[in-house]
């Protein structure tokens, strides 16, 4: 996947958090964000708080509701960021 980005810069049709898997554990909050399978190191993961392909409003799979994509948040569509992971 090395090289691999997503444009960000253009609507894509986005699944619902539960549709993919999509979790926040406040565990999870404040870990090294740069190891592990978080959004954070997504290729999706945008500006902090949003995804190309996950909507932000819903319920994740635990049937929580946040207003965002959590950094410290995973999904099943994870694909590495190389540029972020250590």
Avoid: Q
Avoid at 60 to 75: F, R, T
Wanted: glycine content about 10%; aromatic content about 12%.
């Amino acid at each position: 996947m090395s090289g691999r980005l997503i444009p960000k810069d253009k609507d894509y049709p986005k699944l619902s958090k539960a549709t993919s898997g999509y979790v926040e554990n406040p565990y999870f909050e404040k870990s090294d964000l740069n190891r592990g399978y978080f959004c954070y190191d997504c290729i999706y993961f945008i500006n902090g708080n949003d995804c190309a392909i996950v909507r932000k409003d819903g319920p994740d799979v635990n049937g929580e509701e946040s207003g965002i994509i959590a950094p410290h948040g995973l999904c099943t569509l994870w694909i590495p960021d190389e540029t972020k992971t250590n």
